[in-house]
């Protein structure tokens, strides 16, 4: 999921658009926010931004 924002920074991708190119779709929608969790430990919560009702993206 960290490869499908940081080959988008600064574009806003959703729930969905993030599972599906990451190949998690089959998933469930939640795993996503867990995987948003540990790439904001691992990379910094300031390099995660959450856009309220639409979805995330990275600050390069």
Do not use: K
């Not at 940081?6 to 867990?34: I, Q």
């Not at 390099?47 to 990275?58: A, E, F, I, K, S």
Request: with cysteine; proline share 3%.
């Amino acid at each position: 999921m960290y490869h499908v924002l940081a080959g988008n920074p600064g574009r806003v991708l959703s729930r969905h658009e993030l599972a599906r190119r990451a190949g998690l779709a089959e998933l469930s929608p939640r795993r996503a926010d867990s995987l948003i969790v540990g790439i904001r430990r691992c990379i910094g919560a300031d390099r995660v931004r959450t856009v309220r009702r639409r979805g995330w993206m990275l600050i390069a």
